[in-house]
């Protein structure tokens, strides 16, 4: 069965450099989640998309922007990095609908993208 | 706001013994819950979830879990824990939003399995 897909797997930037991660979600997916996290922390909610549209906002730095694309597939730009930018990212997808509770389809992560800024 | 708590933070059973991961959660209204299994430098693995009916449910690789509202708790159980299940374990609970489903987790718990 089709997965989360995020790529990079890995990436190394230097400080202020500017990193973009691409997840595409399973297919007829209509929400796309983006989660941090640090080393030995839990996952922290950055932002979601619903069909395309930004639909919640968590602990996501002002230098942070993210858009899901008519093809569904998200972006999270990353500009200015600092060093504690440092982390593994998750992009999940899920079948939501329209606030009728978690679709039985389940919410599924991807394999994340390494970010390390040096 | 909700929160999760994962009171035990390591965790060290022998292999074949019982198991069992502890999740208290803070949300005012009904949850959605969830656990997941990390692997070191992995992504997270849904082991199993919660929405609503039976407040006993089961999940892949032999886990099974309860939720138990007058307690606050979904706690994670596996009757013979295998080498492989060393990983971290994350509970978390979902809350709705505008059109989705964001999960708060809790602090993870780390099994180590003893062989």
């Known amino acids: 069965a089709a997965g989360v897909i995020q790529s990079p797997r890995h990436l190394i930037k230097e400080k202020r450099e500017t990193a973009t991660l691409k997840c595409y979600p399973i297919?007829?997916?209509?929400?796309v989640y983006w989660y941090q996290q640090g080393p030995g922390q839990d996952p922290q909610f950055l932002i979601s998309?619903?069909?395309?549209?930004?639909?919640d906002k968590g602990s996501i730095p002002d230098r942070f922007s993210a858009q899901q694309f008519s093809d569904y597939h998200s972006e999270l730009n990353m500009s200015s990095l600092e060093l504690g930018d440092s982390a593994l990212y998750f992009c999940?997808?899920?079948?939501?609908?329209?606030?009728?509770?978690?679709?039985?389809?389940?919410?599924?992560f991807g394999s994340g993208t390494r970010l390390t800024v040096v | 706001a909700q929160s999760v708590t994962q009171p035990d933070i390591h965790i060290t059973v022998s292999e074949g013994a019982s198991l069992e991961l502890r999740c208290n959660y803070s949300?005012?209204?009904?949850?959605?819950l969830f656990w997941y299994v990390q692997s070191p430098g992995q992504g997270l693995q849904l082991l199993l979830k919660?929405?609503?009916?039976?407040?006993l449910v089961q999940g892949i690789k032999g886990f099974e879990a309860e939720f138990k509202r007058s307690q606050s708790s979904f706690n994670l159980r596996k009757p013979s824990v295998h080498w492989s299940d060393a990983a971290e374990y994350f509970c978390a609970v979902g809350i709705l939003t505008g059109g989705g489903n964001k999960l708060t987790f809790g602090t993870g718990t780390q099994l180590k399995v003893e062989l």
């Open positions: 998309f619903y069909e395309k549209m930004q639909s």
């Open positions: 999940a997808s899920s079948l939501e609908g329209r606030g009728t509770g978690p679709s039985n389809y389940g919410y599924t």
């Open positions: 919660y929405f609503s009916g039976d407040t």
């Open positions: 949300y005012g209204a009904t949850p959605y």
């Open positions: 297919p007829r997916h209509d929400t």
